[in-house]
């Protein structure tokens, strides 16, 4: 059996390798999903700033900008 507490993964004695297989695959696929959220997150940023002519010229805006889109 697997549980999910405190933060982390807590497995029993009947954990196998295909339960290990499975939580693989699954951390995997939720990771895929989190840089694609992130990927199109900074896309419509772009696009934003194309629309506006908004230039970024520091690096510090455009750091703190990825910033708040990674933390959503």
Excluded at 8 to 15: G, K, N, R, S
Excluded at 30 to 43: K, M, S
Excluded at 58 to 71: I, Q
């Amino acid at each position: 059996m697997i549980k999910y507490e405190y933060n982390t993964l807590v497995l029993d004695a009947t954990h196998n390798k295909q339960d290990q297989a499975a939580v693989n695959k699954f951390v995997e696929q939720v990771a895929i999903q989190e840089r694609q959220r992130i990927l199109t997150e900074l896309e419509q940023l772009e696009q934003r700033l194309d629309q506006t002519r908004t230039p970024v010229f520091d690096h510090k805006n455009m750091f703190e900008m990825v910033r708040k889109l990674v933390a959503k």
